[in-house]
Every structure is written in C-alpha cells, then in structure tokens.
C-alpha cells in the first residue's frame, strides 16, 4: 500500500495517468451533473462514438498524433454529432432514443470506415481503434496530460461562472427565457462543454466506457445531497477519486487495462451510494419500512388487548396466534403484563399508549376525510372500503405503474 | 459458393434479422437498451468462453443471451427503485458490465482463445473461411448457418407473436385487459434481441449490430405508418444497407462492416429528406403551403370588409414585403377570389363566399 501511494507520487507512469484520470473524473463528474439531470445520460455516449470520424478527419489532415489536434477533430465531430441528433428529433417524427442510436452507429461506422480507409488494412483492429475503444490511459504522456487539465480548467471556470444560468436550464427553462436568459444559446453552451468532457476522457477510457464517467460519479452524488452546488462538487470529488483509484489498481496489474478499472470504481461507489446514502439509501428505505410495520403491528396488539379484556386490568386469555409473537416486546417496553399461562393484560402505561394509539388514529382518519372530502364514517383501514371512499378517479391515479408497462404504453407509434 | 455471395448473404442475413427484432425495440423506445445490451453480451461470451474454453458453441451463445436479459433486469431495477432515471440507469449498468467483460478478458483470456476485438468489430471478410464439418462434409461457412438459424427464430418468433407484439408495443392497457402478459412479451422480445446480438457478433461484431437494429427500422419508421409494411421495408433497407456496404467497402478497401452501416445512415438521411409522407421536404413544402392559404385568408377577411383596396394599402396593413404580397393577391387571384380592378382589389362572389364560411367557423 506505502508502495502505491509512494508510486503515485515519484513513478513518471503512474503519476501522468493518475493524473490524466483523475482530471477525467473531475471535469466528467462536474458536467455529468447535468447531463443526468437533464435526462441526457446517453448523449454522452452518443457524442463519444460520434467522435470517431472526427479523429479519422483530424489524423488525415494533421497527419500524425498532435493529441490537440486529434482531440480538436473529435469534438467538432461530437459536435455535429449532437446538431444531427437534435436535428433528427426536431425534424421527423422519430424519437430521441431512436435518434441518439442512429446518429451513434452511422457516425462510429463511418468513423471506421474512415480509420481502416487510412490503414489501407480492411481491417479495423490494425489502425490503433482499440486505444479508441477502451482507452489507452497506458500511454499518456505528460503532454496529454497538460492539454487535459487546460481543457479542463476552462470547462470549469466555465461551469462556475455560468452556475446561476445552468441552474435555471436544467431546472426551470421557461423561467429562465421569462427572465431574458438566452436558454438556446446556453444549451448549445452546455452541450458543447459536455463535448470537451468526453473528448478529454477519450483517451483515458474510451468510447463505450465514458458514458458511465459521465452518469456514475454524478448519479452517486444524487443520493447524498438534493442541492445542485454540493450535487456538481460531491460528483467531482467522486469522480477524482475513482480516476486515482482506478488508475492505482491497474498498476498492480499490467495486463488490466485502466480505463475499465475506474468504471468498476465508480460503479461500486454508485451502488454503496444507492444503499446506504441517509434519507434515500436503499438499507435506510428498508429500515424506516421496518420499523414502521412493526409499530403499526404493536399498535394493533394494543388495540387488540384493550378491546379483548373486558376492565382494567383484567386479563385476556385467549389470543391469536400471530399476537402472542409480539406480547414480548411489548412486556418490554413495559405496556402488558403477564405470561404464557395466565394470560395477558395491559399496564397502566399500557393503557396510556392505547389512549394515545386511539387519538392517532381519530386525526389521521379525520385529516383524510377533510383531504377526500368525505364523511369520516367512510374512512376506514379496511382496504374495500377504502376504495370506496377514495373513488374511482383517486384510484386510477394511486394505481402502481410498473415500469415495464410503462416503458410498453409510451412505445407507441404517433 | 462465392467468396463474395457468403459474405453478401451472410450480411443480408444479420440485417434482415435485426430490422424484424429491431423495429419492435424502435417502436417501443428501446432503442438504447438494444444498444446496451448488444455491449453486455461481451461480458456473456466471456464468461461463457472461461467455461467452455473456446468462444463458439451453445452455451457461450446461451450464456450471452442470459446475461442481455440480466442487462434488461437490472436497468428496470434501477430504475424502478426510483433513485436513477431510466437513461442514467442504462448508461450504468452496460459500462458496467462491459468493464467487467474487458477486464476478465485482460486477465484471463490467456488461457482462452479469444480476441476482443473480433467480438466488437467482427470480422465478415473471415465468414467463407470457418466452414462446418460435421462427420467428414463440409457444410459452408459456419457463420451462415448460425445466423440462418437465428434468422429463422427471429421470422418464426414475429410471425406467430405477430398479434401479441403487435398489442403490447401500441396499447399494453387493452393487451393486459385480454389476458396477454405484457410483460412476458417484453423479456421475450429482449431475450430474441439478446440471441441475435450474440449470433451476429461473429460476422460484424457486436457494436455494428446496434446498427442494424436501429438505422433500418428508422428508416422504414419515417415511410410508412402500417406496421407489416414498416417490418418489410426495413428488411429491405437492411438488406440493401448490407450489400451496398460491402460494394463500398470493396471499392474504397475499408472494413465492411463499417461500410454497412455507413450505407444504412445513407438511406436513413435519404428518408429524412425525402420521405413522402414525413420527409422534411415534404413538411417544409406543406408548412409553406399553410403558411400562404393562412395569408390568403387573412386578405379575404380583410377585403370583406375594406372592399376596393389598392395592393399598397393591404402591404401596409399587413406590413408585407412587396414581394409577399404580389405573390399572395397573385395565388388569391389564381384561386379566383378577388380581382383587379381600375387598381384596386375587390373580392369575387367566391371570394365574399369564402370571407363568410372563414368567419362562420
């Protein structure tokens, strides 16, 4: 371990594609923010694979591998990549899931067809399109590097000065056009920076990978916050990390590739985000459900015991099977007393929660009633009834769309 | 068999497969998934290659198909879960499983005889050289008769689900009401998308078949409105993508399956343009054509009431150009409407016939 950080810092290889990562994940996860948001993931992907004639084009013309010049060439191409799918959504009556998969695979195609024209090969594997594909974070030079963090750095200063603006974008658009701000133009702006996001990751991960340096770290960043500021700067934290990290791991190894490596990071980070972020976290979902069922279960022993014994104190005998499981932990908080033998029945602080377990249940049913406009007679926890009370409009509302069908109901043709 | 008519055929046979499974995944928006799993099977053919040893055989094509499935299952989890949209939760779970399929192979595909590169690209030029030898006759390239296969249960599966399909994708409420699963047609559909992605890989590699899943089907999507004749011609437009793209990759001596899917964009643009239904030609020409009854209209309303104008007074009031407006009175002219006279407008019967039903409505 002393000897991978030690690495990091003093071997010439490590630490150039450290960095290169590193800066990957950093301006991927800031500009992820929005694509996610935005409901725009797989633009990314899209403008990725578009990329690649814009490479082919620019090693024509520039005839060897100045990077800047490369990279140029994939962002003008990405570019235009993203004006075809616009273009086609806008134009016709074809989808935007439809649209952003065939701007995808005609460009990329084409892009390979440019690639093995220059090889002369015929053959797609000769011409250096796996460093494409996956990533050749291996060869990073210190050169890359430096362009990287440039772009970088002005894709960044960029998102902060425009921050107030890109808020208003992804969040309230026609606000924003109310308030005078040319929302066309800065959704070019957005896009555009997006663009540079991908071209500088590229190199490091590859085509069909950087979508997921755009989505993860951003999606992971979603769960720990609902505030856009701390979202873009948790997600450009995330995403550094994973960059180091992977880049680290794949040191250890030097037939895995990095690229993959910082994907897998980021997609574990994502998935312990999901399950233990506080509030939405899946592990603390689960427990608050838990804990819930079970005090709406003692609730109802409770009830249950207060109506089964006929005084104070008097003892009920018989009960069901299900309600004896739960006389244990109600004798330890200290609500009944007595024992398998003799029966069961309520304390006097037992009796006190009843109380109170009864005024709970009068407010909800009468605040439901007022919320349905109903008679609170109606409102019952039996669920036929509830139907009934609720009316068939609420109802078809309430109903739970899995989402399957959903995805099946908007599959239809205009 | 000619080295070119296997290639050919084996082309045509990928993209008819596609554009059958694929119009489907087009007409219910799931094109992207498509897409994502035809990046998944990597990792299934990989895992399936560990097992077996060797990268062809039934239960890498299996293997794959389970782990498509596995890419469809996860994102509706995800996505289902409410934390992740369902675009984030695609652009999750296939780089994911992708990485996963890359790193295996870098670590162990010593072992195994296995080229990346060919599961992604493909290589079609190699179809006639990998015959079928079963018991001592060679049968042809073993690549046709895989994608022969897959070709047959793609046809079988739309034509005897051709009323389920058909009802799941345009109205999954009636379908449910019937009795249909609309769910069950979805993982089926998914997990035909899966077999063909895998049976196709060998010839133009995995990344190219989302081509062909997607580009013809589109193409046919903005021709027609009725859905056997969408189904027909994206086959057409498939199989035409397929031999056009290797005539262009013959001619220009670039890959082939790059050139198929250049080929398939071709069509697709040509579509675009000059649909005769949705082609934005025809829209701008109907837009225009909208545009100029909407003006003439606005004269007609307007010469009903200010009978006897002069052309200068109506560009005034409508602030016309005069190039507008002479092409306007002249189309109201043509139409019969109003008429010159001593130089000013007036309106025929016609003309005041057609102010008063515009000013019913």
Redesign the interface.
Known sequence: MLDLLHDLLFDYTLRTVALGATILGLVSGVLGCYAVLRRQSLFGDALAHAALPGVAIAFLVAGGKTPIVLLLGAAISGWLGALAVLGITRGSRLKEDAALGTVLTVFFGFGIVLLTYIQRGGNASQSGLSGFLFGQAAVLVQHDVVVMAALGAVALCLVALFHKEFKLLTFDPDFGSSLGFGMGRLSVLLTGLITVAVVIGLQTVGVVLMAAMLVAPAAAARQWTDRLGTMLALSGLFGAFCGVTGAALSSLDARVPTGPLVVLVATLLVLVSLTLAPRRGMLWAALRRWRNNRRLAHERVLLALSGASNRDGALATVLPEELRTRMGDLQRQGFVHGGVGEGWGLTDLGRREVAAADHRQEVWRAGLARQLDVSEDEVHLQAPQIAQALGPEVLRGLQDVPESAKVETEGRAR | MSYTFAIVLTGVLVAMSCALVGSFL???????V??AIS?TVLLGIVIGALITGGISGLPTLLGATVVGLLTVALV?VL???G??????A???V???L???G??LV??YAGNVHLD???V??G?I?YVPFDTLVIGGYDLGPRALWVLGGIALVDLLFVVLFYKELKL??????L??ALGFS??LV?YCLMGVVSLTTVGAFDAVGA??V??F???P??TA??LT?RLPVMLGLAVFAGALSAAGGYL??RW???????????V??VL?ALA?LFSPT???VV?SLRRAAQRRTFAVDLLLAHLCRAERETPEEVRAEFRWSPRHAERIISEATRRGLLREQNGRLTLTDAGRSASNALSAQ
């Open positions: 087009v007409l219910r928006r799931l094109s992207l498509g897409d990046h509706e996505s289902r879960s934390l992740v949209k369902e675009d984030a695609i652009g999750l296939f780089p994911a992708f990485a996963l890359v790193v870098s670590r990346v590169e060919h992604l690209y290589e030029a799941a994708t345009f109205d999954t409420g379908a449910a609309p769910v979805h990344i190219l989302v081509a899943l997607i580009v089907p589109s999507y903005l409105d262009v990759a220009l001596d670039a890959s082939i399956a790059g050139a198929m899917a250049t398939a964009g697709f675009f949705h082609g934005l829209r």
